[in-house]
Structure formats: structure tokens, C-alpha cells
């Protein structure tokens, strides 16, 4: 089935254009609401992306969350083609993109992937600035590595759920400014225990290589 999506995505000649890309399979969703509907990422450009999903987006644009290269990115898509593949009984819809909005650290890691670049010396202090640009949305532009601490010390501390993804955790999290290149950030957090909701509030610590330290 990938193979399909990835081979239409490839025969279209139409704007084969001179952005560099990068034909690679990537986990992808749009987000509906609060909802995250899933996909299947089959290239990436410097002006945009090309994507598969069973549920397709209603208006030409809309905004995503990705996954490339152990980074998580978000951005502001629109439509410039679209088609529907029918295999193994389901509908799948293909989309070709271009970057409506994406913020400039996130683009320059774009530009970086496509053309095989090697990162900046201080990634992680540069992810930590995007995160803390973003204030109570800041949990989904954290290192993907740094997500998945979070939610393991949350877990280990039964402030969340044992089997919570580190995609689409329960908890909210704000950030709380920085000192000596050490990031604070508050988290809120949800765990249910015999039919009752328990609500916690922690905060981490993560300094500039991407340690987390849970300060309470």
C-alpha cells in the first residue's frame, strides 16, 4: 500500500520544479480540533510535503504535526493537488502541500534533512528556544527524545497513565523561563485510578544537551 502512495507521488511530473526534496516514509498527522487524524508522510520539499490519509482535510488548509528525522515539527499546509487511491477496500486520499506557516528554527532543520547538512552544535539549546516560544503548546515542540522522558518519569511517578503515547499525552504543559541555559516547565497531568480522575501538577527541568530533572 505504501509502495502505491509513494509510486504516485513520484510519477506526477506536474511542478517537479527545483526545490531540493527527499522522498521518506514519515509518521504525519492534521489536526482536526483536538483531534490528530493520522497519516502517512511520502516526501518532504523545501516548499512543502506530500502526504496519504484515510481521512482527508476539509479546507485547503490546515495544520499538521510530523515526525522527521527524531525532531517533531508543526506547520500550516495547503493543498495544491490532491487524489483518492482505493486499496484493500479503503479510501485513501493523497496530498501534495506547500508550507503555509512553519516556524524558522523547524525550517532551517527542513532545509538541513533535504540537503544532508549536519546540525548546529547546540541543537538542543535551539529546540529548547522553540519550545519556549510557543508557551502552553510548548509540549509539542519539545525533542522528541525530551517528550518521551516526560512522560516515562510521569508514568514511573503514576502521574499518568502506563500505556500514555508520548505523541498525545494527557497533560498540559507551560513553559516557565530559563537561567543559565536550564529550560523550567510546568506540567499538568491526569491518571485514572478505580473510576476516579487524579490531576497532579509537576515541574521538569531540562538543560541544554536534553536532560529532564523532575524538581517536584
Not at 527545483?18 to 518532504?44: L, N, Y
Amino acid at each position: 500500500m505504501l509502495n502505491e502512495i509513494v509510486r504516485w507521488m513520484s510519477d506526477r511530473k506536474t511542478d517537479r520544479r527545483t526545490a531540493d526534496r527527499k522522498k521518506v516514509q514519515f509518521s504525519i498527522a492534521w489536526i482536526r480540533g483536538e483531534e490528530m487524524v493520522p497519516g502517512v508522510g511520502t516526501e518532504i520539499s523545501l516548499n512543502g510535503l506530500a502526504f496519504a490519509t484515510k481521512v482527508a482535510p476539509t479546507t485547503p488548509s490546515f495544520n499538521v504535526i510530523f515526525d522527521l528525522a527524531s525532531r517533531r515539527f508543526k506547520a500550516r499546509l495547503t493543498t495544491v493537488r490532491s487524489e483518492n487511491l482505493q486499496r484493500e477496500g479503503a479510501t485513501w486520499t493523497m496530498l501534495a502541500c506547500t508550507f503555509e506557516g512553519i516556524a524558522a528554527d523547524d525550517y532551517d532543520a527542513v532545509v538541513r534533512y533535504i540537503r544532508d547538512l549536519p546540525e548546529p552544535e547546540n541543537k538542543a539549546q535551539a529546540d529548547m528556544t522553540a519550545a519556549a516560544a510557543s508557551g502552553d503548546d510548548a509540549y509539542r515542540l519539545l525533542p522528541m527524545g525530551v517528550q518521551r522522558r516526560i512522560v516515562e518519569m510521569l508514568v514511573q511517578g503514576g502521574r499518568l497513565a502506563p500505556d500514555s503515547d508520548p505523541r498525545n499525552p494527557l497533560l498540559r504543559m507551560k513553559y516557565l523561563g530559563s537561567k543559565a541555559g536550564r529550560h523550567r516547565f510546568a506540567v499538568h497531568s491526569r491518571v485514572s485510578v478505580a473510576d476516579e480522575i487524579q490531576q497532579y501538577d509537576s515541574s521538569f527541568t531540562v538543560d541544554e544537551t536534553g536532560n529532564v530533572y523532575l524538581d517536584k
